[in-house]
């Protein structure tokens, strides 16, 4: 069965950081893209950032470009969201999700599996 477990999340004030980990398990990390995505209340899931699982190229949503950065370990199966210049704006559940995708990985259907999420709040 696969899991993927987000843990990192918090209250942090405008401007601090915070650190994102999701491990997954039941699946061959290696060979599954993975991405971030958020929800704001009241508004749809939307994209925050991707690697992909054989170039390992990264991609990230214009609202976060230069301050989140997508990276993942293969060995510990754990994919990484810092969060630097964190905003209100930020204030979101973020859920991690996998996928066998290599290409449109800003969409929600390019994944198959999706963490529980963790709750992000930045105040000003």
């Known amino acids: 069965q696969v899991q993927l477990v987000e843990s990192g999340g918090g209250s942090v004030q405008a401007g601090g950081s915070l650190r994102l980990s999701c491990a997954a398990s039941g699946l061959t990390f290696s060979v599954h893209s993975m991405g971030w995505f958020r929800q704001a209340p009241g508004k749809e899931r939307e994209f925050v950032a991707a690697?992909?699982?054989?170039?390992?190229?990264?991609y990230y949503a214009d609202s976060v470009k230069g301050r989140f950065t997508i990276s993942r370990d293969n060995a510990k199966s754990t994919v990484f969201l810092q969060m630097n210049s964190l905003k209100s704006e930020d204030t979101a559940v973020y859920y991690c999700a996998a996928g066998l995708r290599l290409t449109a990985l800003e969409t929600r259907t390019s994944y198959a599996y999706w963490g529980q999420g963790t709750q992000v709040t930045v105040s000003s």
């Open positions: 690697i992909s699982w054989k170039s390992g190229s990264t």
